[in-house]
């Protein structure tokens, strides 16, 4: 699962955010990685100073006893990067949520969505905010694990589950159960309503929960669950903030209706609104 890292850089430091993540599942994965050098601008060669600074990394991630090697890719950003995830679909994409600067710069913000519909590649996706040097502990302590109750939602579980084997996280799993007045608007003569749906749609969380908690035994690993009420994304994003997490693991879709929430949908927002990195994995059926 991650013992393929690609990185695409374009040289500037806020691309950089998504090194040190990249380093500690190197180490812990033996991963090979392939740094890309994408250029900031759609330009049909690549700046003498880029080839170097992708030179100068890969050296550094050599020196610490690494697997690196680089690519120097050519066109339009966005384009090449979903290009060669989608050739090389066996390793996990790792970059920070956004990169470069000034008008011509391939944004993330605006690549998200083209690489969540184009790609079947595993996303890992770190936010500046979230790089914090010189934590020598472990960037992956407490990872979670939103889910609908559906297979399809469980596309990330195993993803979150080998990396909290290798740097013993606690793992949370969450279901949020969709909040019928703040969702759909509804009087609030449906709060009765809600409590019913809320203690039914509980007990079966905690049915499903626990049998995934048995079939992880063997694993002896840190793992917890929990229910919110409320609208998906935010009460995600929420939870996350409140409980420290270093990391959200959620699937690109899930199933529809009212007992279910969209996790493609979903996940969306979550990564354009977090501060947090987020491991985002297509399920097989999309």
């Known amino acids: 699962m991650y013992e393929k890292l690609i990185v695409p850089?374009?040289?500037?430091?806020?691309?950089?955010?998504i090194l040190s993540f990249v380093e500690e599942l190197a180490l812990k994965f033996n991963s090979e990685i392939t740094i890309l050098g994408v250029p900031r601008e759609h330009a049909p060669s690549v700046p003498p100073s880029l080839d170097k600074y992708i030179d100068n990394v890969n050296t550094q991630f050599n020196n610490k006893?690494?697997?690196?090697?680089?690519?120097?890719?050519?066109?339009?950003?966005?384009?090449?990067?979903?290009?060669?995830?989608?050739?090389?679909?066996?390793?996990?994409?790792?970059?920070?949520?956004?990169?470069?600067?000034g008008s011509s710069h391939w944004l993330l913000g605006d690549l998200t969505g083209k690489l969540l519909l184009r790609t079947v590649t595993p996303l890992l996706l770190a936010p500046e905010k979230s790089n914090e040097p010189g934590k020598e502990h472990s960037k992956f302590k407490k990872i979670l694990i939103p889910l609908d109750n559906s297979t399809e939602g469980e596309a990330a579980l195993p993803f979150a589950i080998e990396l909290a084997k290798k740097t013993n996280a606690r793992i949370n799993l969450l279901h949020?159960?969709?909040?019928?007045?703040?969702?759909?608007?509804?009087?609030?003569?449906?709060?009765?309503?809600?409590?019913?749906?809320?203690e039914t749609l509980k007990k079966e969380g905690e049915d499903y929960f626990q049998g995934i908690i048995e079939k992880l035994a063997g694993d002896k690993l840190d793992i917890k669950y929990h229910f919110i009420v409320g609208t998906p994304a935010e009460s995600i994003l929420s939870y996350a903030e409140e409980s420290f997490t270093d990391l959200i693991a959620i699937a690109t879709h899930g199933r529809t209706g009212i007992k279910r929430f969209v996790l493609g949908s979903v996940a969306r927002q979550v990564v354009l609104s977090s501060d947090i990195p987020v491991l985002l994995v297509r399920s097989k059926k999309q």
């Open 9 to 17: 850089l374009d040289g500037s430091n806020k691309a950089e955010s």
């Open 176 to 198: 949020v159960i969709p909040s019928i007045e703040k969702t759909y608007g509804m009087m609030k003569y449906a709060v009765n309503f809600e409590k019913q749906l809320f």
């Open 65 to 101: 006893g690494l697997h690196a090697k680089y690519l120097l890719l050519r066109g339009n950003p966005g384009e090449e990067i979903i290009k060669y995830a989608n050739a090389n679909n066996d390793g996990l994409l790792a970059m920070a949520n956004y990169g470069g600067s």
